[in-house]
C-alpha cells in the first residue's frame, strides 16, 4: 500500500474522530436545552396549576361571601319591612327565638332610631345606646342611599366584639326617614372559613371593600380586621374598574412574595382576594428541577462515555461499516422504490414466493375486493383461487390459476361487492424468491362509460329514427305518386314538422355535448336581477292558445345572481313549456321567486308549478334521464332532453334542481342559485 493511502486513511480517522466528538458535542447540547426547556416548562405548569387553584379558591371564596351577605341582606329586608308595619312592637328577641332570625350566623339585629339610638335588638341590650357617630349610621341620612351598606369592621358597643355592621334605610309610608336596621356579621366567620382553604403556612385571603379596607383578612395562621390595604396592588386595580385578574406581588411586611388572585362580588362593592406564597407553589417545582438537574448531568457523562468508546470502536470497523451501509442503502432505497411504486400504483398486485404462497398484497388490491389483506399473507395458489372466487358475481367468477407465462391471456371478473369490474393478469416470476405476479387493474369506469355510451346512442338513434321514418316516407310519396296541390302541401307540411323535430333533437344533444365537454367555461356570466330575468322568459313565452300567460309571484327587493342569462332562460323556457304541455287539461301555472339559508349561504331560486298530470314517484326518480317522458302516449310533443338539459345548467352555475309532483294533481320545479355574494342581501326564508 502507497504512503498516499496510508495518508488518506489517517484523514479518514481523523475526520471521524472530530465526527464523533461534534455528534458528542451536539448531544450535549441539545441534553441541556431540552433539560432547561423542560425545567422552565416545570414552573409554568406549577405556576398555571397554582393560577387555576388561585381562581377556584377564590371562586369559592365569592360564592360563599355572595351567600352569607345575601342571607344577612334578606333578614335586614325583613325586619325593615317588619318595622315599617308594626314600628317599636317589632319583638326581634321573639323572632330570634321562634328561629325565624338566624342568631347563629347573624348574632346582633336590630333598629336605630332617627337620632342615632339603638332601639330594638335581638338581644336585651342595657342602657341607651347612642350609634349616631358611627359610619353606618350617618350614610344613610342621606335619602338617595337606599341600598344595602357594608361597613368597614367596627368594635361593638353593644357586644364589645369586632363586627361587619350591614345597614338599610327605613323610610316610612309618608316618606320621612325612619331609621336604620342593622345587622352584625361576625368578621370571624370569614376568617374561619379561610382558614379551611388550605393556603398554606404563608398564605393570604381577604374580604376586601373598594375603599381598600379589608373587612376580614387571614394571614398564615392569623386573622384580622379593618387593615388599610390602600396602597396595595389589589386596590389600585379594583379602583380601575377590574373585576377579577391575577398579580404577583412581594408583602412589605413578611416580605414574602404571593401570587393573587380576586374577584369582585357582583352586588356589593367588595372583593376576595387569594393569595398563595410562591416558594410554596413551586416546591415541586424544585424537586423536579433538582431531578432534571441529576438526569442532565448523567445524561452528560454518559455521552462523553459512549463518545470515547465509540471513538476507539470506530476507528478499527470504520472501512467495514462503510462497506456495509454502502449495500445496505443500496438494498433500502430500492426495496422503498418497489415499494412506493406498488403501494401508490391503483393497480393492485399479488406476489406467490417459491412456495406458491402469498408473500405481497398490495393496498390497492386490498381496496379492490374490500378484504383486510393480512388474510391472504401465507394463503397458497389453490386458496387463493377459491377464495376470490367466493367474491365474483356468478357470471364472471375467478378461475383457479393456470400455468403463468409471459403471454398468458387477460381475464375479466366482477366483484359482488361495489360490483367491481377487475382485468386480471399473469406473470410469472424472474427469480427463485418470487414464482408468479397477480397483476388486477380496476375497470369498473371504463366498462359503465362504455355501456352509458351504448345505451345513449341506441336512445338517440331511436328518437332520431321515429322522425327520421316519417320524412323519408313522406318523400318517398311526393318522388313516386302523382298528388295534388294539397296533398303536396300537407306533405310538405309534414317533412318540415319532423325535420324540426330532428333538429331540436340534435341541438338539444349538442348543447349538451357542448356543457358536458367545457364544463360551462364557455358559459358568459354577469351580475342579472332574477326576478328581470323571470319577467322576459314570461313577456316572450308564447302560451298554448286559449291558456292564460304564467302568474309571477315575488318578494319585495332585489334578488341578484351571477349567472349566463342566456342559459338560464332557455332552463327556465324548458319547464315553463313542460309546465304547460303537461297540463293539457288547463288550469294556471304559476312562477315563483323564493328565497332561502341552505347551510348558511343564502339562495334564490324558480318555482314553476302546474295543476297538469303530474307524476307517480317513479316517473319523478327517472325525470332528468335523458329521452325520457312521462306521457308513453306520444300525444304530447317532445325529445325527453329538456330537464336533462336544465339540470346541467344549474349544476354548473352551482345551483340545484328540486322536483315535487303529484300524480293527477300537478308538478312543482324548484331552480335554486346562490345569491350574488358581492350584493348578496340578509332576507327571511321563503322556501316553504
Request: charged letters at 25%; hydrophobic letters at 40%; one cysteine or more.
Amino acid at each position: 500500500m502507497s504512503a498516499s493511502f496510508f495518508a488518506t486513511q489517517d484523514q479518514y480517522h481523523r475526520r471521524t474522530v472530530v465526527f464523533i466528538w461534534l455528534v458528542a458535542l451536539a448531544l450535549l447540547a441539545l441534553n441541556w436545552r431540552h433539560s432547561i426547556d423542560q425545567i422552565a416548562q416545570a414552573r409554568s405548569r406549577e405556576l398555571q396549576a397554582a393560577e387555576r387553584d388561585l381562581a377556584n379558591l377564590t371562586r369559592v371564596g365569592q360564592e360563599h361571601a355572595d351567600r352569607t351577605l345575601h342571607s344577612a341582606d334578606q333578614v335586614l329586608r325583613f325586619v325593615q319591612a317588619r318595622y315599617i308595619e308594626m314600628g317599636r312592637r317589632l319583638d326581634l328577641i321573639k323572632l330570634t327565638e321562634q328561629g325565624i332570625i338566624d342568631a347563629e350566623n347573624f348574632p346582633q339585629v336590630g333598629v336605630i332610631d332617627p337620632q342615632g339610638i339603638y332601639i330594638l335588638a335581638n338581644r336585651p341590650v342595657t342602657g341607651t345606646l347612642d350609634l349616631s357617630d358611627r359610619e353606618h349610621f350617618r350614610v344613610h341620612l342621606d335619602p338617595k342611599m337606599t341600598g344595602l351598606f357594608v361597613s368597614k369592621p367596627v368594635l361593638g358597643r353593644a357586644t364589645g366584639k369586632w363586627s361587619i355592621q350591614l345597614t338599610r334605610r327605613i323610610t316610612m309610608p309618608d316618606g320621612s326617614f325612619g331609621g336604620v336596621a342593622v345587622l352584625s356579621v361576625d368578621p370571624g366567620y370569614f376568617t374561619r372559613f379561610y382558614a379551611d382553604l388550605s393556603l398554606g403556612e404563608h398564605g393570604v385571603a381577604t374580604l376586601i371593600g373598594l375603599d381598600g379596607i379589608a373587612r376580614a383578612r387571614h394571614t398564615g395562621g392569623q386573622e384580622s380586621f379593618g387593615a388599610d390595604l390602600t396602597k396595595s396592588p389589589i386596590h389600585g386595580q379594583l379602583s380601575q374598574g377590574s373585576k377579577q385578574g391575577t398579580y404577583v406581588s412581594r408583602s412589605p411586611l413578611d416580605q414574602i412574595e404571593r401570587m393573587f388572585h380576586y374577584r369582585r362580588l357582583a352586588r356589593l362593592p367588595l372583593a376576595v382576594a387569594v393569595g398563595l406564597d410562591v416558594q410554596e407553589v413551586l416546591a415541586n417545582y424544585r424537586t423536579a428541577r433538582d431531578t432534571l438537574l441529576v438526569q442532565a448531568s448523567a445524561v452528560s457523562l454518559l455521552v462523553v462515555a459512549l463518545a470515547w468508546a465509540m471513538t476507539r470502536y470506530l476507528v478499527r470497523l470504520r472501512r467495514e461499516l462503510q462497506a456495509r451501509m454502502a449495500v445496505q442503502q443500496q438494498v433500502e432505497e430500492r426495496t422503498e422504490q418497489i415499494n412506493a411504486i406498488f403501494s401508490l400504483s391503483p393497480d393492485g398486485f399479488v406476489g406467490f414466493d417459491d412456495r406458491g404462497r402469498i408473500k405481497y398484497v398490495n393496498p390497492a388490491f386490498v381496496q379492490m375486493t374490500g378484504d383486510t389483506g393480512q388474510v391472504l399473507e401465507g394463503m397458497d395458489e389453490k386458496g387463493f383461487s377459491q377464495w376470490l372466487s367466493r367474491l365474483c358475481e356468478s357470471g364472471a367468477r375467478y378461475s383457479h390459476l393456470a400455468p403463468a407465462t409471459a403471454d398468458s391471456p387477460r381475464r375479466s371478473i366482477v366483484i359482488s361487492q361495489g360490483r367491481r369490474v377487475l382485468l386480471v393478469g399473469e406473470r410469472a416470476g424472474n427469480g427463485g424468491a418470487v414464482s408468479r405476479i397477480l397483476y388486477f387493474r380496476d375497470v369498473t369506469h371504463e366498462t359503465e362509460v362504455d355501456q352509458i355510451k351504448s345505451e345513449f346512442l341506441s336512445t338517440a338513434a331511436h328518437e332520431l329514427r321515429t322522425p327520421m321514418a316519417s320524412i323519408y316516407g313522406f318523400a318517398e310519396v311526393l318522388l313516386t305518386q302523382e298528388l295534388d296541390d294539397a296533398e303536396r302541401r300537407e306533405f310538405t307540411a309534414i317533412i318540415f314538422e319532423q325535420s324540426g323535430a330532428m333538429a331540436r333533437i340534435l341541438d338539444e344533444l349538442l348543447d349538451l355535448a357542448r356543457m358536458e365537454a367545457r364544463r360551462g367555461k364557455d358559459f358568459r356570466r354577469t351580475p342579472q336581477d332574477l326576478e328581470q330575468l323571470a319577467q322576459d322568459v314570461i313577456r316572450s313565452y308564447k302560451q298554448p292558445a286559449g291558456r292564460e300567460k304564467p302568474e309571477l309571484l315575488a318578494p319585495p327587493g332585489p334578488m341578484p345572481v351571477f349567472v349566463d342569462g342566456g342559459k338560464l332562460r332557455q332552463a327556465l323556457l324548458n319547464v315553463l313549456s313542460n309546465a304547460y304541455k303537461y297540463s293539457p287539461a288547463g288550469g294556471p301555472v304559476k312562477v315563483e321567486l323564493r328565497q332561502r339559508q341552505a347551510e348558511g349561504v343564502p339562495q334564490v331560486g324558480v318555482v314553476v308549478r302546474d295543476c297538469g298530470i303530474g307524476m307517480t314517484p317513479e316517473q319523478k326518480a327517472r325525470v332528468f334521464e335523458r329521452f325520457y317522458r312521462a306521457d308513453k302516449s306520444g300525444r304530447l310533443p317532445g325529445t325527453g332532453l329538456g330537464m336533462s338539459i336544465v339540470k346541467e345548467i344549474f349544476e354548473l352555475h352551482q345551483g340545484v334542481v328540486e322536483v315535487e309532483s303529484v300524480f293527477g294533481q300537478g308538478t312543482e320545479v324548484r331552480m335554486w342559485l346562490h345569491a350574488e355574494e358581492a350584493h348578496a342581501p340578509v332576507f327571511e326564508d321563503t322556501s316553504t
